[in-house]
Every structure is written in structure tokens, then in C-alpha cells.
């Protein structure tokens, strides 16, 4: 079983949350919540939302899209108003209760912003009592809202933005006619959103009906944006480290981030994976600069299978080919565990997130599940066979170069030694990377003891340099 959590994921090079008119709190929470890049739905229909217009938007679940109308209902909110400003129509309760729990996530960036989810199923009292205390954002199914309006327990009279959310799903549940008693009771003076998969002839029937003007934003067909691949392993605690190592030899991905959840952990599990003949390298608040440096260097080169950091070093890092993200230790805060996991698949193809949770890691999996709204698929630990019985080695090596910018050493110097003077082809040279003291070129491994040998019998820039292989 494989569950994509999140299609989501943008194009590394979509455009960004700060090109939009949104408030800095805003930007910030979409940051701290790991949104960088804006997915293909929200780039081309939040621009339009934003600056008022009514929008038909086509898209599917997990494409963003609740993000889209979600951020352009919040922008229009006034808390300090307490009649409902924004309501969300969903098919189900289960996707009600998704965009409900979305929406509060998009909405901590500003104070007390209260969302209310109104479905089927769940008593009415309850829901009564709620609305009387006040809600800024109502997200419910059409049957149970029209059921509040009917009562006079909830009044459109302050609403700003109407969405119909899945509305080829809602018509064919039958809600046509409970759509239409819906937006009567909303004024006229308002925003219409309207988000469908697909496009059967009761759409354009309500559009015409319920919106004005509307910008039709569709997107090409397929899936636009990269996946993430998302598993989830059970384990006892004595298993946990060994199991990376399976996942290691099943996947063989070529560049893997494991996650752990302390310095203690991280020392662990690369002495672990390095005994089994991994190339694994640690990243964590007890390294200086310069060793820091290097990590990342021979990390984003791919000399380095795997890198395990904590979440804290890990910050800021930009690794654009990353096939795999093990979170190694389950992070108690969602928000984390997305920033995790968002880091895989943002080169053009697919990623893997591996979670590996043991018994007491349960309640931080529910957490997790209800804050990004999917439920957790789960795979034995037994399927973890080894694919290739020869190890997953990196396909590069690094060379230190002892000298660096304050030598004037530039990586056309070194492309050039190699190359010109030594005869290795261009392509047999990977990232070169020049520090101030040191320089690193990596190689393809195959040839890296041929270059650290001819290399230092010859000349850069006309001086002859110390070179190290540096072993993982
Ligand atoms: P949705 O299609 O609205 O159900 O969204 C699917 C998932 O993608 C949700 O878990 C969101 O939290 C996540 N998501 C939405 N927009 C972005 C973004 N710009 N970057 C990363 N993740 C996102």
C-alpha cells in the first residue's frame, strides 16, 4: 500500500508564497509549515483570489487546493467580527472535517481565528452552542448547513467568501438544491469560489446561477506536481536502527536524509549504518563550522549515501536530488514532520518518506495524521528484502584539495587540471566546491583513487597541491 500524502509538493522552481499580497505573519506561518514553493493550483488561481474575483478552479485532492481558497478567505477576515465571514461547502464530512483542520493550520498566522466544522452525523446541540459563542470560517457539508440556516442558528449575513469545495461530487450526492438555498441566504456582495475535478453540465448551471464573472483557472491534465511517497514501518526500539539499514538495501536510494530526534541518536545510527559499510555522515549542533561545512559539501555532492541530522542542523539545507527522507524517530510536532518530508521529491521526480514508529510513537502519528489530514498506511518490515546484494555505495568520491580561495584556487583551475592536463573527461568530474582553505571535487568513484594519485603528481595553477581521498 502506498500513500501519497502529499501530491502537493510544488515544483522547486514554482513561484513563491512572498509574490502574493499576503500578510507577513501569513508568510511566515506558510514557512513554518513548510509550504516554499506555491503547487501549480494555488499559482495560478491565489493571484486572481486575492484580488477579489470569483475563481472556477479545477483541481483534485491533494493538489493544494484547499490552501488556495483557504488563504484568500483568510486575507478578507476580520476577527474582531464575529459573524461568519467564509464558508466552505464540502460533499463529506471526512473532507469537511480535512479542510477544517487545514484551515486552522493556515490560520494560526493570525489571532484567534475560529474555524467550525458543521457535518451530518455529529449532533446538533453541540454545534448550536458553537455557533452561538461565534465562528469566523464555517466548513460543513451542504445538508447540516442548510439544517443551521433553517433553525436561524447560523446567519450568512457578514459572509464574504462562499467555496464549493468538490462541487461535481456534491452534485452528484444530490446537494444541487441545497447549494442553491445556501448561497440565497449569502449576500450578494460577495466572492464565490468554486473547486471541481471535473466539469459535468450542473457546474456551469450553478456557476451561471451563483457567480460572477468568474476566472476559470484549469490546469493540463496529469499530475503537474511530484509526489511524495509516504510509508510507515512499525518497530520494536531495538529494531529502529537496524531497520534503516533495510530500508537502505530495499529502496537503494542514492541520497537519503535521516531524521533522529537527538545528537545521541544521530552518533548512533551513523556508527551503526557505517559498520554495515554504508557512507554515512552526521550533522549535528556539536560539529563546528568547518566540519559542518564539509558534511554538506560531500553530502550535496553525492559522495555521501546517507546524512543523519537532527532538525535543527538540518535547517536551511538545500539538497535539490533527495530520493529518500527517513524519519528515523517519529517528530512530536506535525509542522516538523512536514518540513521533513518536503524535502524529498523537489528535484522532478518522485520521493520517499519512510517513517519508522514504534508503539509509543502512536500518538505523535495520530498527530500528525490529523494536522496534514491522511490516514497513515502501514508496511510490514518483512517486505524490506535486500534488492541488490551488492552494497549501496555512493557514485561519487570527494578529494580535499589543500588550498582554497585565499590561494586564488578556482573550479576552473581544477576542472582544467583534470581535464587538459590530466586527461579525465569532463564528465567523470562532479560538483567542485571551493572553500577558503580547502577545495573539494568529487569523481566518479570508480576513478577516484587514479585522480588523487595523478593529481598529486601534478599541478594546479602551476603549483603542485596536497590532495586527500576522504574516506566514509
Ligand atoms: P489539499 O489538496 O488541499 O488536500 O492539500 C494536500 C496536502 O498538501 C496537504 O497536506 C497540505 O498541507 C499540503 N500542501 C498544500 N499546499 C502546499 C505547498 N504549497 N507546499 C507544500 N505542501 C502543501
Redesign the pocket.
Known sequence: MTMT??????SPK?PV?SSLPLSPASLHN?EQ???????P??AASLPLALAGHDVIGQ??????????F?LAALARIDPADFSVQALVLCPTRELAE??AL?IR?LARAEDNIKVLALCGGAQVRPQIASLAHGAHVVVGTPGRVTDHLERGSLRLGGLKTLVLDEADRMLEMGFSDAITAVAKQCPKERQTLLFSATFPPGIAKISQALMREPREVMLPAGPAATAIKQRFYEVYEDERLHAVSLLLNHFRPVSTLAFCNTKQQCRELTQVLRAQGFAALELHGDLDQRERDQVLVRFANRSCSVLVATDIAARGLDITQLEAVINVDVTPDPATH?HRI?RTGRADGEGWAFTLASVNDMGSVGRIEQA???NSAWQPLVELTASNPAPLRPPMCTLQILGGRKEKIRAGDVLGALTKDLGFAAMQVGKINVNEFSTYVAVQAGIASQVLHRLSAGKIKGKTVKVHLLPV
Open positions: 500524502a502529499s501530491t502537493a509538493t510544488p514554482g508564497f506558510l509549515l513548510g509550504y516554499r514553493a506555491m503547487t493550483i494555488q483541481a483534485q485532492t491533494g493538489s493544494g487546493k484547499t490552501a488556495a483557504a480535512q479542510v487545514e493550520r512536514t518536503g496534514l489530514g491522511f
